[in-house]
C-alpha cells in the first residue's frame, strides 16, 4: 500500500501545473512594445515585409555588426521595408536597453550630418539616410535613390515613428554640463566598451585599453575637447585614475589644472570630467 505522502506529491504537483496555468490565462505575457509602420500609417507603400529580431539572433540580420549592438545593450529591432513610388525604402527600430544606449549607437552611427531636422531631439539627415534617436530608440531610414521627394518622404516616416515614442531622451547635459543639445548632437559621442570606441573614437582606444565599467562621452569642437566619463562605482574610477596617473584623493567639484592645460573635476563621486581648450 502506497504512503499517504507518497499519493500526495503528485497531487500537488497536478494542482501547481493547474494553478501555472490559470494564472498564464489570468495574467498573459507583456509583449513588448516597438514603434513600427504599416498600411494604415503610409497608404500609399507597395510590398511591405516586416521582421522582427532579439539581441541574440541580431546575427542572421546584421552579422558582424551585431556584437557593437549587444555590446551597448540591445532589447529588439524591427526591420521594415517596401516601396513607395519607384523607390525602395528600409526602415530599422532599434529598441535599446536605454536612452543613453540608444544615443551611444546613435552617436557612432552618425557620419558628416549635412542636416539636423527637428523630427526629434538628436536626428541627421543625409540624401540617402534618416538617423533619429529619441528615447530607448535608434532608427535608421534608408532610401534607395537620395533624390529630393524621398528624402522628404524619409522625413514624414521619421515623424511618424517618432510620434509613437513617449519615453524621454537621454540627457547628455549630465555628462556636459553647459552646452546645449544641438551641440551635443553634432561633436560627441558615446561609448561604453571596445567596439564603440572602435567606431566613434578611435584616438581614444589605447587611452581605455584597460578600463572597464564605464559610460564615457567624447565632446570635440575646434580647439576644445571634453572627456565625461560615468563609472560603475567609485573604485572603478579610483583605478582609472591609478592608470593614468592623476591623484583621485585631490579631486573635488573646483577643476584641478594640470600643467598640460588640462581641467580635471568630479561631477559626483562616481563621474569625472576633463576638459582642455575653454
Not at 29 to 54: A, M
Request: hydrophobic share 35%; glycine share 8%.
Amino acid at each position: 500500500m502506497p504512503s499517504i505522502n507518497r499519493t500526495i506529491e503528485p497531487m500537488n504537483k497536478l494542482l501547481l501545473l493547474v494553478f501555472l496555468s490559470m494564472s498564464a490565462i489570468c495574467y498573459p505575457q507583456i509583449i513588448e512594445y516597438s514603434p513600427t509602420l504599416g498600411k494604415d500609417d503610409l497608404p500609399d507603400i507597395k510590398s511591405v515585409t516586416t521582421r522582427t529580431f532579439t539581441g541574440e539572433s541580431l546575427f542572421g540580420y546584421m552579422n558582424g555588426g551585431a556584437e557593437l549592438y549587444r555590446e551597448y545593450g540591445i532589447s529588439k529591432a524591427v526591420i521594415t521595408e517596401f516601396d513607395w513610388k519607384k523607390s525602395h525604402f528600409k526602415c530599422e527600430v532599434f529598441k535599446m536597453n536605454g536612452a543613453e544606449e540608444a544615443f551611444g549607437i546613435f552617436s557612432v552611427s552618425k557620419y558628416r550630418c549635412p542636416a539636423t531636422p527637428p523630427v526629434a531631439e538628436f536626428s541627421c539627415q543625409t540624401k540617402y539616410h534618416l538617423q533619429i534617436c529619441k528615447g530607448p530608440y535608434y532608427i535608421s531610414i534608408i532610401n534607395s535613390s537620395g533624390v529630393t521627394g524621398d528624402s522628404l518622404f524619409s522625413l514624414k516616416i521619421g515623424e511618424i515613428l517618432a510620434g509613437k515614442i513617449s519615453e524621454p531622451s537621454a540627457d547628455l547635459t549630465l555628462y556636459l554640463p553647459g552646452m546645449n543639445k544641438s551641440e551635443i548632437n553634432r561633436n560627441s559621442v558615446l561609448v561604453k566598451g571596445k567596439l564603440g570606441l572602435m567606431n566613434g573614437a578611435t584616438a581614444w582606444e589605447d587611452h581605455f585599453k584597460e578600463v572597464t565599467g564605464y559610460y564615457a562621452v567624447f565632446f570635440t569642437s575646434g580647439e576644445k575637447s571634453v572627456l565625461s566619463v560615468r563609472f560603475s562605482s567609485g573604485e572603478k574610477m579610483v583605478e582609472y585614475c591609478r592608470l593614468h596617473k592623476i591623484n583621485a584623493d585631490k579631486l573635488s567639484v573646483i577643476p584641478l589644472k594640470k600643467p598640460t592645460g588640462e581641467e580635471i573635476s568630479l561631477l559626483n563621486e562616481q563621474h569625472i570630467l576633463i576638459r582642455s581648450g575653454f
